[in-house]
């Protein structure tokens, strides 16, 4: 049964980086970014350095669910593809992805009537 999770694919040149969010990944980037991602998302909240938090946490929530190994993606490496693609086209893809997360699973939940 799949969970509360959202994707997004971002173009880079020849190739293709998928960002991935889970209420797991979200909680990690409120820990990171110090605030709730209601607040990182906001038109006052989401800076440049709250898309490089969410592309880090996104970026490395993907290479863990790919069971990819290798090394954690960091904030670094979130810059340089922020640099890269561009802050328009990062918002687009984090926001995206994270509504899907938000959304939960489009299946229904069949929980008993009390």
């Known amino acids: ?12 040149g020849e190739h293709e980086e998928r960002i991935l969010f889970t209420m ?4 990690e980037a409120e820990r990171e970014a110090g605030k709730p991602i209601s ?3 906001s038109d006052q909240g989401f800076g440049i350095q709250e898309c490089a938090i969410l592309l880090r946490v996104g970026l490395e929530a993907a290479r863990r669910d790919a ?5 954690r993606v960091t904030l670094q490496a979130a810059y ?5 693609i561009g ?11 994270v509504a899907g997360a938000i959304a939960g699973p489009a299946e229904e939940i069949d929980r008993p009537n009390p």
């Open 39 to 41: 607040v990182m998302l």
């Open 80 to 84: 340089a593809l922020l640099e890269e």
């Open 1 to 12: 049964m799949p969970g509360a999770r959202g994707e997004a694919i971002i173009q880079v």
């Open 24 to 27: 797991r990944a979200l909680a």
């Open 67 to 71: 069971r990819l190994g290798g090394t």
């Open 87 to 97: 802050l328009g086209t990062a918002g687009e893809a984090i926001g995206t992805a």
